[in-house]
């Protein structure tokens, strides 16, 4: 345990060269069921094209790092030309257990805060920052003292994000949907492999109909080398595209499913579905033993979608923010 001492010797400053081996294995003390890598950490932190060294809140007792908090905002855009100046973000916060109980976690939040603050800054989310958020949001039942602190510091639920899995051992795609392939495809309906030239399309329509996020992770995952048959795209009879599904965007996760859309308009007629199982019959192939993802909405079309494939819910995610005047 850390000695009565500590908080008044407990300082908080910018991130410096050598802090980052600390910075994770304090990480790893506070929060062993959502650790993280070095390396994970250099990808999704230290090599952010928003990183900005001193919006790292890191407390420091002595020589030794004792916690931290994250505050970041975009110095480059997600799409267009638009820096959300008004927007800020905290992906994470942390304290080491040894250290709790004295007051460091709001001194490390009202550092991060103010921070945020002083560049502009009006409107705060936890956690949901994209491209690099390590989890979507809070997730209350496992620190419930961190939802009483960022509630006391006026972070509102603006909704909920589910986290869902789905064992993959002994898959089949099932009956009903093989049909439903076979009648859409007598149809006029295409599930393909995209092609290189698809990629053009499919990127512009993640990007236009969903989110530039989504756009972004397609573009530098393959970049990097992920197999084109990990996505299933989806044509209607005109040859328009209509919607993909895919596995392994995600820091080449095999496992981890999804970016997946389906064009409102073409909603309804089974086309999710089909797409959904395709790609849960290649995770399959390649040996994965579950599917999973992050983010959805538990009681949205596509939440029922997950649940009528076998998915369930483990775990549930608030998106919070906070706002102040400027």
């Known amino acids: 345990m850390t000695d009565l001492t500590t908080t008044s ?113 009006t409107r705060v989310d936890f956690a949901s920052y994209t491209p690099h958020y390590v989890l979507p949001g809070l997730d209350a039942e496992a620190y419930p003292q961190a939802a009483g602190l960022l509630a006391s510091l006026g972070f509102r639920t603006l909704y909920e994000a589910a986290a869902m899995d789905r064992g993959l051992v002994g898959y089949r795609v099932p009956d009903e949907v093989a049909h439903l392939r076979d009648a859409l495809t007598a149809r006029g309906h295409r599930f393909t492999t995209p092609s290189d030239d698809d990629l053009v399309e499919l990127v512009a329509l993640a990007g236009r109909h969903f989110h530039p996020d989504w756009a972004r992770a397609i ?44 064009l409102e308009e073409a909603r309804g007629t089974g086309l999710g579905k089909v797409l959904l199982h395709l790609v849960l019959e290649r995770m399959r192939a390649r040996g994965a033993h579950c599917a999973w993802f992050l983010w959805t909405g538990e009681r949205s079309p596509a939440g029922h979608l997950y649940r009528a494939a076998g998915f369930r819910t483990t775990r549930v995610f608030r998106v919070l923010r906070r706002e102040t005047a400027r």
Do not use: K
């Open 9 to 121: 010797r407990t300082g908080i400053r910018g991130f410096r060269t050598g802090d980052g081996p600390q910075v994770v294995e304090a990480w790893r003390r506070a929060a062993p069921a959502d650790c993280l890598t070095p390396d994970r950490f250099r990808s999704l932190v230290l090599l952010d094209a928003n990183f900005d060294p001193d919006g790292l809140r890191v407390a420091v007792d002595g020589d030794r790092v004792v916690g931290a908090a994250y505050a970041v905002r975009r110095l480059t855009p997600m799409a267009g030309t638009d820096l959300e100046p008004e927007q800020g973000w905290i992906p994470f916060f942390f304290v080491d257990p040894g250290a709790r109980g004295r007051g460091l976690g709001r001194r490390l939040l009202t550092d991060a805060l103010d921070w945020l603050h002083g560049h502009g800054r």
């Open 219 to 262: 573009r530098e995952c393959l970049a990097a080398g992920t197999p084109l048959d990990r996505i299933v795209t989806a044509r209607d009879p005109s040859g328009r595209l209509a919607g993909w599904a895919m596995h392994g965007a995600y820091e080449a996760a095999v496992e981890r499913f999804g970016p997946f859309g389906v």
